[in-house]
């Protein structure tokens, strides 16, 4: 991004458009095109032998590193102030990547309870194989975190806002007992994204995303990302690159498309999810909204300190309960039931069915979820449009 280096800190937006876009040399693309190849040429053999010395930053083989995919590591590092990022195949990656750079076996993490369901199913059921163990955190015991710990802790991850109740945790006060602790703090930012939130400068050592959600945003590609210092990213990418985790070349364009909009698509986002949680909150079939923009949310004080807005989630639950909120759900004509999110379309989700499902009644009943939970993903539509359709919906739940 030559031409934008007069201005040493652009903003979001402006990162969004031109960070890491590489324009430079005579008839330059203006958009970085797809670097659609397995294999780089090497022109000498001495380019090999500086290669194999690790003092040249050649393109040698895309799953090592793919022109493509550098481009949306570096806007995605300067969109979240860090020195790197690795991407990945998938979220999912980026938490596997995350977890076998700093632990191994005989080592435990410490994890909130509220985190995502893949997540909590990979820490419980993959990685005790592995001889790495995890203590969770319910959200209630959140502020005596410091009890789970043990000697043996190398690892304390995050969630903030939290899927589906959008519950927030302190990221400064957590990220200061982990620096303390000495274990690597990671928290996941796939719901904030960071046009909203910024956890390296909160204090984390390393942020992961689902970039199959926000950052993409189109729902069309599954990839993920971890990003953070030179030191944490140096020590993921051989993590990546031995466990063949790598981001396609033809999906990095895609997530670098997308990433353009990203502020845009949030602002808009947030706006809408502002005025549906408003309309919920005085419908008289809604018994409880959960967005942290409401002045009455247990998180709000804590969400306006570390986000620079309430995001773009919104759950709630129905008077009627579980009959209600299928009601409801299948008379929704605009928005679609999809087990994702973050796109530009407004989806609906059912937790119990989807994330949430096999859970025990007191494990739901921890997690603050039951069958009567609907999440709603605010895309970037007409608000209007969006707050007609759910109001049909909930006449008929
Ligand atoms: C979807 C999601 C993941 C997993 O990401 P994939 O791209 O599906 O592998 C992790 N964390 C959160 C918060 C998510 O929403």
Known sequence: MSKHK???QPADATRCVHSGEDRHGQSAALT???????VFVV???EDLRRYAKGDSDMYLYSRYANPTVTAAEEKIAALEGAEAAVATSSGMAAEMIAVLTACQAGDEIVSMLDIYG????LFEQVFPRCGIKTRFVPHHDINNAARYFSR?????FLESPTNPTLRCVDLTALCELGRKRKVCVVVDNTFATPVLQKPLELGADIVIHSATKYLGGHSDLTAGVLAGSKKWMD?????MILTGGCLDPGCAYLLLRGLKTLDVRVERACRNAARIAEMLRQHPKVARVYYPGLPDNESHELARRQMKDFGMMVSFDLRGGGRAAERFIDSLKLWYLAASLGGVESTVSYPVLT??????AKQLKLLGVSAATVRLSVGIEDSADLIADLEQALGKS
């Open 43 to 45: 022109p000498r053999v």
């Open 6 to 8: 007069v201005n040493k």
């Open 118 to 121: 893949g997540t909590a199913k």
């Open 355 to 360: 994330s949430h499902t096999g859970l025990s």
């Open 235 to 239: 020590a993921a990418r051989p993590v």
């Open 32 to 38: 970085t095109p797809i670097a659609q190849t397995s």
């Open 152 to 156: 043996k802790t190398r690892m304390l």
